[in-house]
């Protein structure tokens, strides 16, 4: 059971690394104002109309009529746009009547809360347009009398697997991009802060004396700071850049690698075969880099794969709290904005899950990693895992 659990997370991670990568596009997700704000998921409410364009027009191949059966209540938003010609006109025909959109000639661009469009149709300028145009449910027809090109779009309030947000922007595309974003963040400073910390963690342990006392008392003041307010100080003053948002979390990541480095170290520097490297003249750079660093390997992984969560929940902070570049869609931005614009007064719940929901799964993916790469580094933790199951089993 375990194997197969340990299976399953890399098995994810490869899954949402390929994600990342391939990112919205490739997936059919689009980018920018797609449908109404807060517009729900197409599976959730079925009495919605999903967004739909009718187009007409007098052109070689195109039709001059488009008809559609209508099972839905009224839609949010009606528009219409192209061109009409000197003779055309269009007429939009309902179960209760036929209105004449527009005959005016040149260009169209004509919105259902538009005055002076309701107006134009004999309509009060409080009566809401979608309703009057959808009555109720049956067979509506676009239709071109002449020459001309129109555009019908109908937006109704479901779009795509995970709706859209308070700006109409697809959730699914907001949420790949978030996964990159995510990633970057976390593997990018676990991986500076792994290198940082390795290095002090070296030179500490092997040097010794004042050097050593210099870096661990560092590590005892940094560790001893609150690091949210810090962030949150550091983050206001470099800026808001992806990067620098990297370089924040590294600078106050470091210390836990560097203290496990310097232990290592410890326990290496006076052995024999470190003695003996000494002895034949070896320098202090190759017997670091040459033979410490390999031994400290396997820790390192492990602690790269337990260190990203960390991050990850670290840039989620400081991003819900909007101190990240809002033009970056990470998913501590996605609940900011669910937060700031309303979506839990709203019930918009599909925008504050998603990106929850992911926060959680790559977290716990990483942390079952770095859980499996902490025992190949360490087989004492196997055996007391072992062991501690027979005891239950006896139990």
């Known amino acids: ?60 191949g195109e039709s001059a009529t488009a008809a559609i059966s209508w099972g839905y209540s009224a839609p949010l938003r009606v528009s219409l746009t192209g061109a009409l010609g000197e003779t055309g006109l269009v007429r939009w025909t309902t179960p209760s009547g036929d209105f004449v959109l527009t005959s005016t000639p040149g260009e169209i661009d004509l919105d259902a809360r538009d005055i002076p469009f309701k107006r134009a149709l004999g309509v009060s ?41 308070h700006r109409g922007r697809d959730m699914a595309a907001l949420f790949v991009q978030g996964l990159r974003i995510s990633l970057i963040v976390g593997i ?28 661990m008392r560092a590590v005892d003041v940094l560790l001893s ?12 003053i470099w800026g808001k850049g992806l990067w620098n948002l990297v370089m924040i979390l590294s600078i106050f990541s470091w210390m836990g690698t560097a203290r496990t480095v310097r232990a290592m170290t410890l326990t290496l520097r006076d052995a024999s075969w470190v003695e003996g490297l ?19 390997l396997p820790l390192l992984l492990a602690n790269v794969a337990l260190g990203v969560p960390g991050a990850i929940l670290a840039e989620a902070g400081l991003s819900f709290l909007g101190l990240s570049d809002p033009r970056l869609p990470s998913w501590g931005r996605m609940l900011h904005d669910a937060h700031m614009f309303g979506a839990f007064a709203s019930g918009a719940w599909w925008s504050i899950l998603p990106a929850g929901i992911g926060i959680s799964v790559i977290c716990l993916i990483f942390l079952d990693i770095g859980r499996k790469l902490e025992e190949r580094a360490d087989p004492r933790l196997v055996a007391k895992t072992d062991l501690r199951a027979i005891e239950e089993t006896g139990a």
Request: no cysteine; glycine share 12%.
């Open 278 to 296: 000494r002895a034949i003249g070896a320098r202090r750079n190759y017997i670091l880099f040459r033979h410490l660093v390999p031994e400290a």
């Open 125 to 165: 300028p409080f009566e809401n347009m979608p309703s009057v145009l959808f009555p109720s449910r049956g067979d509506y027809a676009l239709s071109l009398e002449g020459s001309g090109d129109v555009l019908m779009r109908i937006e109704g309030g479901r779009w795509g697997i995970l709706g859209t947000d």
């Open 225 to 236: 700071i609150p690091t949210l307010p810090i962030l949150m100080v550091i983050a206001g």
């Open 1 to 60: 059971m375990d194997s197969v659990r340990k299976r399953i997370s890399a098995a994810a991670f490869v899954l949402l690394a390929a994600l990342a990568m391939v990112g919205p596009g490739p997936l059919g997700l689009r980018d920018g104002q797609v449908a109404p704000p807060y517009s729900k998921p197409v599976w959730l409410d079925r009495s919605i109309a999903p967004p739909m364009d009718l187009r007409v027009g007098s052109g070689a």
């Open 188 to 215: 990018a400073a676990t991986l500076i802060a792994t290198l940082l910390g390795m290095s002090l963690g070296l030179v500490s342990g092997y040097a010794g004396g004042l050097t050593d006392a210099l870096v």
